[in-house]
């Protein structure tokens, strides 16, 4: 059990900055005994266009990167780059040893074509964990690179609930390939009994109602509220909306914070929840990269 929690008269609030930071402080640990190993982790961001919110994510990666230990490059392009260009730069960075991770920043401007340069990226390489042989890897129950979101909401999980999840009923709101499959996929790796609800989905409140853990991440803002869920839900919230509120801007998730954080047995906060743990997850996983790329040599 992880000390990152806090109480409230009901609820606890899961600290994830304070996670974050204790799994930036093991990697940074891990780095340095790498590097007296003779390997200095390497990640290589790839940035096209100029989308502002892209920038930002792009410089807290580096800076995250620095602070671990872990070597970074940075490569910017502009939004007129062609497909071409790009797909050879990602050749370079396969072929160069030093290079362990590679992450392009998405989304990418829409001429070109996403999938074919994300499946371009070595998989072992594919700190993302969104290359097609990594999906079916996941999908099979194999030790692969897995993406950094949903890998992190488990951390979570695992600090909140102990590392024994399996017969949970656990229910994901949302179904992309960024967080909603890939996190279905890793509780059902944990043995948990997993539903997908979406859009499209019949009862989603009744099925909610089910949940022991409940994901949201279907970018609805407050779309859940204590109607949804039982009292001893733990709830992760990973969505990031940005609404007006009394004449305000204000950050708020797919969950109704204020409305179920006196009823549930657990909950992110957003911000300060599952946010720092996706930049901490993407450091570990360049780890990871680095370790299995040390093994094949
Ligand atoms: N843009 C928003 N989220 C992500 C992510 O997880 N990975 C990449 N590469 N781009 C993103």
Redesign the pocket.
């Known amino acids: 059990m992880n000390i990152a929690l806090h109480t409230t008269t009901e609820a606890h609030i899961i600290d994830g900055k304070a996670t974050a930071q204790t799994v930036l402080e093991e990697i940074k640990a891990e780095v340095e005994s790498m590097k007296v190993q003779g390997i200095e982790p390497c990640l290589a961001v790839v940035l096209v266009g100029d989308d502002p919110a ?1 920038h930002v ?1 792009v410089r807290n990666k580096v800076e995250k990167a620095q602070y671990t230990g872990i070597r970074s490059l940075e490569y910017r392009m502009p939004a007129e780059t062609h497909a071409e260009t790009l797909l050879k730069q990602i050749d370079e960075l396969n072929t160069d040893a030093s290079v362990h991770g590679i ?5 990418l401007p829409a001429h070109i074509d996403e999938t074919a340069v994300l499946q371009r990226i070595d998989p072992l390489k594919d700190v ?1 964990g969104f290359h097609s042989e990594n999906v079916g890897g996941l999908s099979q129950g194999r030790d692969v690179l897995t ?3 949903p890998t992190g909401c488990i951390r979570l999980l695992k600090d909140t609930l102990g590392d024994d999840l399996s017969g949970l009923n656990a229910v994901v709101v949302g179904r992309s390939n ?1 967080v909603g499959k890939p996190m279905a996929a890793l509780l059902l790796k944990e043995s948990c009994t997993v539903t997908i609800v979406h859009s499209r989905t019949r009862n989603i409140q009744d099925i909610c109602k089910t949940a022991d853990i409940l994901v949201a991440a279907v970018g609805k803002p407050k779309m859940i509220d204590s109607s949804y869920l039982k009292s001893d839900a733990v709830v992760i919230d990973v969505g990031i909306n940005r609404i007006q509120e009394n004449g305000k801007n204000r950050l708020v998730g797919d969950v109704d914070f204020e409305d179920v954080c006196n009823t549930v047995k657990a909950i992110t906060p957003v911000p300060g929840g599952v946010g720092p743990m ?1 930049i901490a997850y993407l450091m570990k996983n360049t780890l990871e990269a680095a370790r299995m790329q040390a093994k094949q040599i």
């Not at 992450?103 to 989304?107: A, F, M, W």
């Open positions: 892209s994510y992450l392009v920043q998405l989304p993302d993406p950094c979101t960024i996706t």
